[in-house]
């Protein structure tokens, strides 16, 4: 069964960076979309960002509020999807979650972004940006 693991959060300062983990099981990122969304207390769940794979093709998804200061990437032989967060800001803090839909599903367009369309979710992590 498909399962989904992310590590990586922590406590950083303003400007500071981190890299989130997301481990997958049970789905080939060959094709694949897995997505990271964040929430925060009180607020809702929010798409960061997500990578979709056809095997030609690869497509990158990122919300504007991160654009340019995330990075979300994969590593193909250990089965990973990483967040790099940089320049990150008190507003960055959030449980971060990776999502995927049914394995080989793959998303496109303003799908990415729709917590409806991901079946599967990890447990989450904390990201606290904080001076």
């Known amino acids: 069964q498909l399962q989904l693991v992310e590590s990586g959060g922590g406590l950083v300062q303003p400007g500071g960076s981190l890299r989130l983990s997301c481990a997958a099981s049970?789905?080939?990122?060959?094709?694949?979309?897995i997505g990271w969304f964040r929430q925060a207390p009180g607020k809702a769940r929010e798409a960061v960002s997500a990578?979709?794979?056809?095997?030609?093709?690869?497509?990158?998804y990122y919300a504007e509020s991160v654009k340019g200061r995330f990075t979300i990437s994969r590593d193909n032989a250990e089965n990973m999807v990483y967040l790099q967060m940089n320049i990150l800001e008190p507003e960055d803090t959030a449980v971060y979650y990776c999502?995927?839909?049914?394995?080989?599903?793959?998303?496109?367009?303003?799908?990415?972004?729709?917590?409806?369309?991901?079946?599967?979710w990890g447990q989450g992590t904390q990201v606290t940006v904080s001076s």
């Open positions: 049970g789905v080939s990122l060959s094709r694949a979309t």
């Open positions: 999502a995927s839909p049914s394995p080989g599903g793959v998303l496109f367009g303003s799908q990415w972004s729709d917590s409806s369309q991901y079946d599967n």
């Open positions: 990578i979709s794979i056809t095997g030609p093709s690869t497509t990158f």
